[in-house]
């Protein structure tokens, strides 16, 4: 595969933040990056992690093939995939080809149409239902089974998690997985001489931090803390958007008012609401702007913000502690949020698409991951313990806070999750900044949920 990066996006960053390859120019991706990933006594655990001991490799053609690659979240552009994909396929099994191309479920539901159908799709496990709802996944055991994948290497939740969605089935390989943490600024703390947050918290903890932290301050406005998105906030209630048997939406529900009384106690604080009725602050207001205290929310998605400050000279001093909660949900983590791929049921190189995932779940790929600050799928414990090793940006923060609380359980997915998660985060604005009481907004949004539930299935009839 010949292939350029035009610029370094963040993810590109992330992907070659341990070789020092941190540049702004364009560049040719050289075929074989150096790999330093892998200290002396891990040479000899670079078999990939897949074949089951004792066992032979099944005999695959080795003819020339290419296969298309479709990743479907953005944390998976082209250098990324390179580094950790692509260079371990082509070192493995040099007869295949990967073709890299991303985009939303849309472009996915155009392809398809097409008849131009990827052979392995990436995408993480709070995607996975509009590809459900495609027809691409299918029943992997046997093709597994076939190619002596052995599934016992990787967590026993992410594993539980793919086949929750998969009805049971195996329809997807683990690849990579996600946690929560708060995040705050040392800086802004000791600024204002506010005690940092600690692990443990509650959100009554956290808005009574937030209370002390809002103010402006020659000229600038300084915000607590950003409370998130609500269904991410529920997510240790394991409820889901629908219930199944009565087509009826999950949303006026005793968990999302507890979750959207405690979100207007935050929006409410003097001084949260910015200019044009501002009342969601995207990560870069933490990162490089440095006007928030503490920021809540998925550890890959702050990793790569995070770097890029770092390679631009704008870094925040900043830590991460728990994600806080509610006390009836004290020490337990938001739901296990994985990284998967999976071959689609109308490709004609099955078996080569499965090298493909061996080679990127072996422990030579996976343990470049976990060194380069991304969390590993594996059970080995050298992923934990080389966690992070080879990216100076976080070394002396509190990683293992990460990892504290096991996480919730993936609450029932369903088709119409996209449609109601949108209705749900809408309630936040309609709190916010149209000023309406908790119950009212949940109860039209309740009756907006079940309508669109109801033209859903409508259109399937």
Not at 138 to 154: E, I, R
Not at 305 to 319: E, I, K, M, P, V
Request: aromatic letters at 10%; proline letters at 6%.
């Amino acid at each position: 595969m010949e292939t350029r990066i035009k610029r370094l996006s963040p993810y590109a960053m992330a992907s070659l933040v341990a070789m020092t390859a941190l540049t702004g120019c364009s560049s040719a991706v050289p075929d074989k990056p150096a790999d330093k990933t892998a200290p002396p006594e891990q040479t000899a655990q670079t078999a990939p992690a897949a074949p089951s001991k004792g066992t032979k490799e099944p005999v695959v053609s080795a003819e020339p093939v290419t296969l298309k690659f479709y990743a479907h979240v953005a944390e998976m552009d082209e250098g990324t995939f390179k580094t950790y994909i692509y260079d371990f396929v082509k070192k493995k099994y040099p007869n295949i080809t990967l073709e890299f191309s991303f985009g939303p479920a849309g472009n996915l539901a155009k392809l398809i149409a097409a008849g131009t159908i990827p052979d392995i799709i990436y995408s993480g496990s709070d995607n996975y239902m509009s590809m459900k709802d495609l027809g691409i996944p299918y029943d992997m055991g046997d093709l597994l089974k076939a190619n002596n994948f052995d599934l016992s290497v990787f967590t026993d939740l992410s594993m539980e998690t793919l086949k929750g969605l998969g009805a049971g089935k195996v329809t997807a390989v683990p690849f990579g997985r996600n946690a929560s943490a708060l995040y705050y600024n040392k800086d802004l703390f000791d600024k204002f001489g506010v005690p940092y947050p600690t692990n443990d918290m509650t959100y009554d903890d956290v808005i009574s931090l937030a209370r002390k932290m809002t103010r402006t301050e020659n000229g600038v406005q300084y915000i607590g803390w950003e409370p998130g998105f609500p269904d991410a906030n529920a997510s240790p209630f394991i409820q889901p958007f629908v219930d199944t048997k009565t087509n009826k939406a999950l949303v006026d529900t005793p968990f999302y008012k507890k979750i959207f009384d405690m979100m207007k106690t935050g929006y409410e604080i003097p001084g949260f609401i910015g200019p044009n009725n501002t009342f969601r602050y995207a990560p870069k207001s933490f990162v490089d702007d440095h006007v928030i205290g503490m920021y809540v929310d998925w550890y890959n998605k702050m990793l790569l913000q995070f770097l890029t400050s770092d390679a631009n000279g704008n870094a925040a001093n900043w830590d991460l502690v728990t994600v806080p909660n509610f006390t009836e949900n004290a020490k337990m983590g938001r739901h296990e949020s994985v990284q998967f791929m999976l071959v689609t049921k109308q490709t004609k190189y099955k078996d080569q698409a499965i090298q493909v995932i061996k080679a990127a779940t072996s422990t030579e790929a996976q343990l470049l991951q976990a060194r380069t600050g991304r969390i590993s799928v594996l059970k080995d414990p050298e992923m934990l313990k080389q966690f992070a090793k080879d990216v100076k940006a976080l070394q002396g923060k509190h990683l293992e806070n990460l990892f504290q609380y096991k996480a919730a359980p993936s609450a029932q997915a369903t088709i119409y999750d996209d449609d109601i998660r949108t209705i749900v985060r809408n309630v936040s604005k309609e709190i916010a900044v149209n000023h309406k009481d908790v119950n009212t907004a949940l109860r039209e949004a309740q009756e907006m949920a079940d309508k669109k539930v109801a033209e859903i299935n409508a259109a399937k009839k």
